[in-house]
């Protein structure tokens, strides 16, 4: 009872008919390639071939009402990526000079540039 | 256009079931376990479902309490989650529950929790049974089809229990094959309440076929340690072996059955064959060596459970033997000591004849103690308290045992007594 649920290793919704369910892993192996797409065409072999198995893996599956479908936050969480770390190794090391403001003894009157401290804003 | 949709709502619960995720299988698995990937994109439902059961609010209320609170001052599994039993479950929150405890109770198992994993499994046997005795599994069938297919509920279930039942009978059998130090005694008796948690908690239409397949797994242990026990019986000459030779035989099969709770059929078999080595020990006039003594110590332990069974009609014609186990184990003790084994051996076996024999001189050891203060005694009426005492002290011995070969000398001695004081024999009816 304990095996790998092919309902629930392609988040799908186990009361998909055998129809859904080969349009949604046709979608999915379009984008596959490799062995992903070996894994695709096993997993479609276990829920669509023989019609006790796929009532028998249904019924070991978790529900997925469509009010829980959670893809969408992985699809975000994907793009957005995670947050720095404050515990950045490669964080530079402050010295004395960069926090006391030297008066600017240059001959040359040019401004120094001002650092960009934030990514810019990226929607405008 | 409307703002909030089913994918905000979607977005919303997936949010809020990361969050919850984590301090369920906290409590659940007393901080032992954190939820991995594959949980989470599994169980985003389940905090959905939980919110929607009767016990949604105290299930709101605790997160709450549980988020805020730091690890130390969260109550425990035990104050909590009866209460959300009480209040109840949606039948889909306890479809997920179902299948998650079994898999908690997996990993809880890899990691040697034995506790926790018995907690989850009884758990999910709940829930299980829970879903059986609802309509939920029914309405889900006809939903996937499964009523057309032919397919029932109750059958698919036993059907996908019928693996883990035969892969956790074969792990048994793998660790009945280890001996001495490397038996894992500890995961022995998980698998064996297992066994006995499917079976006690499912529904009376399942519970013929869990119970069938826990007398199966029994039975199996015990021919397993009976024929390990025969084999090793067998290479030992008797005549010649030492107590380290024999005593580990008889300590293996001994701790085996204590970690499978002593199942019936193991009992008998063992109890037999220590039976059948001390007598044979006795013959070869070897009783009085320590390996005796120590064969007797790892039998003592079974006797209990053997009277148990003896008492609810389970082992039938087992008496003598559990008795035999009962007057080698008095014969090492001296006068009164004796006594409780005795009158042990002969509650479960009343015409036993060494542990009727051994009581009857052990009453007429009353009986002389009474005597010897009757013949001393002063006046009659000590005398005569004395006397009856000893009469029936006497009467006792002869009635366990009419062969005991000193009756005549003492019937002779209270006739004395009685002379002596003027006193007849009959006079003590009454006293």
């Known amino acids: 009872m304990t095996r790998e649920n092919p309902f629930d290793v392609l988040e799908v919704d186990p009361q998909s008919s055998s129809r859904d369910l080969t349009r949604r892993l046709k979608k999915l192996a379009e984008r596959a390639t490799g062995d992903e797409r070996t894994r695709l065409q096993a997993l479609w072999e276990q829920v669509t071939l023989h019609e006790a198995d796929r009532i028998r893996w249904a019924l070991l599956a978790h529900p997925r009402p469509d009010a829980a479908d959670g893809r969408g936050i992985d699809l975000l969480r994907q793009a957005i990526g995670p947050a720095t770390s404050r515990l950045n190794a490669n964080a530079p090391e402050l010295t004395i000079d960069d926090v006391i403001c030297w008066p600017d003894e240059s001959p040359s009157s040019e401004k120094q540039p001002v650092v960009e401290l934030r990514p810019p804003f990226p929607w405008t | ?431």
């Open chain 2, 1 to 431: 256009m409307q703002w909030w949709s089913t994918p905000h709502q979607a977005l919303l619960n997936a949010l809020e079931a990361d969050a919850a995720l984590p301090f369920l299988f906290s409590l659940l698995t007393d901080g032992t376990l954190k939820p991995q990937p594959s949980d989470i994109a599994r169980l985003r439902d389940w905090p959905v479902a939980l919110r929607e059961s009767p016990c949604g609010p105290a299930f709101e209320s605790w997160l709450n309490h549980a988020s805020a609170a730091p690890l130390a001052h969260r109550p425990g599994f035990a104050a909590v989650w009866p209460d959300f039993a009480a209040a109840g479950f949606s039948d889909r929150a306890v479809h997920h529950q179902a299948l998650l405890f079994v898999r908690l109770a997996d990993r809880l198992l890899d990691a040697r929790h034995f506790d926790l994993a018995e907690r989850l499994t009884t758990l999910a046997a709940e829930a299980w049974n829970h879903l059986l005795r609802s309509d939920y599994l029914e309405e889900l069938f006809r939903k996937l089809g499964g009523i057309e297919a032919g397919l029932h509920p109750r059958e698919t279930l036993s059907h996908l229990l019928d693996a883990d039942f035969d892969a956790r009978l074969e792990d048994t059998r793998a660790l009945l094959r280890t001996r001495g130090h490397d038996l894992d005694r500890d995961q022995l008796r998980f698998n064996a309440r297992w066994f006995a948690i499917w079976a006690t908690t499912q529904d009376d239409q399942q519970q013929t076929a869990f119970v069938s397949r826990r007398v199966q797994f029994e039975t199996a242990c015990s021919l397993q340690i009976a024929q390990d026990l025969d084999d090793r019986l067998t290479a030992l000459e008797l005549t010649r072996a030492q107590a380290n030779d024999l005593t580990p035989v008889f300590s293996d099969a001994r701790l085996r059955l204590e970690a499978l709770d002593f199942p019936a059929a193991g009992v008998e078999e063992v109890v037999a064959r220590a039976i059948d080595t001390l007598w044979t020990l006795r013959r070869l006039k070897r009783d009085d060596e320590p390996l005796f003594s120590q064969v007797v110590d790892e039998a003592m332990p079974l006797v209990p459970a053997l009277e148990r069974q003896i008492a609810a009609g389970t082992s039938v014609g087992q008496n003598a033997r559990c008795a035999d186990i009962l007057v080698f184990r008095a014969e090492r003790e001296r006068g009164e000591k004796r006594r409780p084994f005795l009158e042990r051996a002969l509650n479960i076996a009343p015409k036993h004849r060494n542990a009727s024999m051994l009581l009857s001189y052990l009453h007429l050891h009353d009986a002389n103690l009474a005597l010897v203060r009757a013949e001393t005694a002063i006046t009659v009426k000590a005398a005569r308290k004395a006397l009856s005492e000893a009469q029936n002290q006497i009467g006792r011995a002869r009635t366990l045992f009419s062969e005991n070969i000193d009756l005549p000398a003492y019937d002779e001695r209270f006739l004395k007594a009685c002379f002596k004081h003027g006193l007849q024999p009959h006079d003590f009816h009454d006293t």
